[in-house]
């Protein structure tokens, strides 16, 4: 780690060492949830890949689902929204507006995405190109009936809100399930010496897989203190929300999971989810050449993960002594440049997105320049979330859609038994690859904004914050 990064960490460290109280042992810890629809209306255009895509219809409501966590001096909350991703701008707002109605620290409160692919498109480069199309096109974009964004930051807020007006004395419990057969790391290193992202099932020039999974099924899991009836859990799985596709609003293998949970828990139990890292990672299994698409598949990776999830639930170790306590710090990283030549030559080639006139590595190079100068910056701001529930229990909040990697380093390096890493979080910047696959090149990298080394760095800082919670 550099000098300067050393210094902004320790003195961000010291400040936060100050503002932010730390409960005792002696205290009880009162939880509350809340969900709130956030389902845009019919029309609106789609995200998740690169072409414009209209939404018809809902197959299942998309949610943000809140936990409010007190105990003593210390608040804290973590939504939890059926999005592809959550960009600064709104998780920014929404934190600002949730302190300002219940006076809970705005770095206390985390925002992730699920990664939805079957969510709405209204952030980034890709949406200002199709929004700038429609108006040069018709005078209006009619795809984008309500200001998604907007409405996005005062739900949030008002979950935050709710959850907090639902606290009540509980007990956590918190620990690992193990889940095979599900996730993949979708990098392979190829015969041509390459390596490739989702090269096909039963491809005969694949030579080995060019990366590892994390089975680990990190759960925290909220029971009412007087009568143990189970009320929530968040559940935390490294790996990809794309099975589902299609023109519906859907959120993919999670809906599939609260079904489960709720089967065996009852209708008011709540279901939340966090992505694991799982940048690398999705349900694609290359040995087999078996359909992988649709509902039917969301809903056996949903039905197997709830099996999992349920059986572990009866003998989740229990936290004792709740040990409630939030850091966090900023780290800038660099991001790629591009000259202006390549910018100018990206705004052009943006009209090709979607059509057979530049290739798909070509499209997701060309958006990636574009979004990294409409970003106006040298560097990219990268917040890191830990959470302490106990001396044995943390949660960490990552932004980005993490490389599989830098989780487990943070998870190795980790002072707490139970350490859950969850992406996605407080902003959606693409993909945080390691040096590693930066090296090797693929999609993922094309589509990353940072330079190499970002996603070190972000671990370093995690592992830090983390070392600070245990002392």
Do not use: W
């Amino acid at each position: 780690m550099s000098t300067p990064h050393r210094m902004t960490f320790a003195c961000l460290f010291a400040a936060l060492a100050c503002s932010l109280p730390t409960a005792t042992l002696a205290e009880e810890i009162h939880a509350g949830i809340a969900e709130v629809d956030i389902t845009p209306p019919d029309g609106y255009r789609m995200s998740g890949y690169f072409r414009e895509r209209l939404s018809t219809g809902t197959h299942d409501p998309l949610l943000a689902k809140a936990i409010y966590l007190h105990q003593g001096e210390t608040e804290a909350a973590l939504v939890f929204c059926d999005l592809i991703g959550v960009p600064l701008a709104v998780s920014q707002g929404a934190r600002k507006q949730a302190s300002a109605a219940t006076e809970l620290p705005a770095q206390n409160i985390l925002i992730a995405a699920t990664h939805s692919h079957t969510g709405p498109l209204y952030y980034g480069s890709l949406r200002e190109h199709f929004h700038f199309q429609a108006i040069v096109a018709e005078g209006k974009d009619k795809a984008e009936s309500v200001n998604f964004a907007d409405q996005l930051r005062e739900k949030l807020a008002q979950a935050i809100q709710t959850a907090k007006e639902n606290a009540r004395p509980v007990t956590l419990a918190a620990g690992y399930a193990e889940q095979q057969g599900l996730s993949f790391n979708r990098r392979f290193h190829m015969k041509d010496g390459t390596v490739r992202f989702n090269p096909g099932k039963l491809n005969p020039d694949i030579v080995r897989v060019a990366g590892p999974i994390d089975p680990e099924v990190g759960l925290l899991l909220l029971r009412d203190a007087e009568g143990e009836m189970p009320l929530a859990c968040l559940t935390t799985f490294a790996l990809h929300l794309d099975t589902v596709g299609g023109t519906e609003y859907a959120a993919d293998f999670p809906y599939y999971l609260a079904q489960s949970l709720q089967k065996q828990y009852g209708e008011s139990f709540t279901s939340l989810f966090a992505a694991g890292t799982c940048g690398d990672i999705n349900h694609i299994d290359v040995s087999h050449d078996r359909p992988q698409k649709g509902h039917e598949e969301a809903e056996r990776i949903g039905a197997a993960l709830g099996e999992t999830v349920i059986a572990r639930l009866k003998e989740l170790p229990l936290i004792g002594e709740p040990q409630l306590a939030v850091r966090s710090a900023t780290i800038d990283v660099p991001l790629q440049t591009f000259s202006e030549d390549e910018v100018a030559n990206a705004r052009r080639d943006m009209n090709k997105i979607g059509t057979r006139d530049l290739s798909f590595l070509d499209q997701v190079k060309t958006n990636k320049i574009v979004d990294v100068a409409l970003r106006e910056s040298e560097t990219l701001s990268l917040d890191v979330q830990v959470f302490r529930l106990s001396s044995d229990v943390a949660l960490v909040g990552l932004p980005g859609e993490v490389f599989v990697d830098l989780g487990l380093a943070i998870k190795s390096a980790s002072p707490f038994k139970t350490t859950i890493v969850m992406e996605l979080c407080n902003d959606a910047p693409a993909y945080i690859p390691t040096k590693k696959a930066f090296a090797e090149g693929s999609y993922e990298t094309i589509n990353t904004r940072i330079a190499p080394g970002g996603g070190e760095r972000m671990v370093e800082t995690a592992i830090e914050l983390l070392k600070s919670l245990e002392e």
